[in-house]
C-alpha cells in the first residue's frame, strides 16, 4: 500500500494566492526556552485559502454552508486522478469528455502546476467555465486542482459559483507531480474550524491496488 501525501508544507515562505505578502502566514513564537520558558509555543496566523484547502459554499455564494457543514465522509473516499498535464492555459469542457467521468465520482486535476513549487504562476492551468459546467452536468461529487485557486480572470467567478451552488466539494492546492493517473482513496481532512468559507487541509492518497 502506498500513501502519498498530496498536500504542501506551510511555512512563512511558501507559495501563496499572487504571492501577495499579505497572504502569507504569519508565525509567531509565544514562548520558548532561550527565554527560560521550560518549552516551545507557537501562534499561527493563517489565510483559509493558504496552502491545500478546501472551499464551502459560502466562499461565492452569499447565503451558503460554511466548512464546519462539509461532512468528513464526502472527503473519505474514492478519487480519480487525471492526468492533464498536457493543457496549456485552462481546463475546458472538451479537455474533460475525453475521461472517464461519472455521476458522483470526485476528480482530481494533475496539471502542470504541480510543478511549480516555489513563486506562484499567474498564468497557472484553471478549470474553465465550460469544464465546470460539463462537471455540472456528470453530477460529479467533488473536484480538486494543483494550483491555489480553480479559476482566474473571472470577474464573475462562474466556475466556483457553478460548482459550489450545487454543493460540489473543490479542493485547490493539490501537489500532484509524484501521482500517477488512476484511481486512490482519498483522506482529506479540513481544519474544524467553526463559520468560515474554507479551511487548510491534510490530504493524501491512498493507492490500494
Ligand atoms: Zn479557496
Redesign the pocket.
Known amino acids: 500500500m502506498k500513501i502519498y501525501d498530496v498536500s504542501m508544507e506551510i511555512h512563512p515562505l511558501m507559495q501563496v494566492w499572487k504571492d501577495r505578502d499579505e497572504r502569507r502566514p504569519e508565525f509567531q513564537v509565544t514562548r520558548d526556552y532561550e527565554n527560560g520558558q521550560g518549552g516551545r509555543e507557537t501562534r499561527v496566523s493563517l489565510d483559509m ?1 493558504t496552502g491545500t ?1 478546501v ?1 464551502a459554499p459560502l ?1 461565492f455564494i452569499e447565503d451558503g454552508l460554511t466548512i464546519d457543514h462539509t461532512s468528513i465522509e464526502r472527503l473519505v473516499r474514492n478519487v480519480k486522478v487525471l492526468d492533464l498535464t498536457s493543457v496549456k492555459d485552462r481546463i475546458t469542457r472538451e479537455d474533460l469528455q475525453h475521461y472517464d467521468i461519472e455521476s458522483q465520482d470526485f476528480v482530481l486535476f494533475k496539471t502542470r502546476n504541480s510543478y511549480c513549487d516555489t513563486t506562484f504562476d499567474l498564468n497557472f492551468v484553471f478549470l474553465e467555465r465550460t469544464g465546470a459546467e460539463y462537471l455540472v452536468e456528470q453530477q460529479i461529487a467533488g473536484v480538486g486542482t494543483d494550483a491555489l ?1 480553480i479559476e482566474r480572470s473571472q470577474p464573475q467567478h462562474e466556475t466556483h459559483i457553478s460548482l459550489l451552488k450545487r454543493d460540489i466539494i ?1 479542493i ?1 492546492g493539490l501537489r500532484l507531480k509524484d501521482v500517477p493517473a488512476g484511481e486512490y482513496f482519498m483522506l482529506a481532512a479540513p481544519l474544524r474550524i467553526v463559520s468560515v468559507e ?1 479551511a487548510p487541509a491534510r490530504v493524501v492518497l491512498i493507492d490500494l491496488t
Open positions: 485559502h484547502h472551499d466562499h485557486g473543490i485547490e474554507a
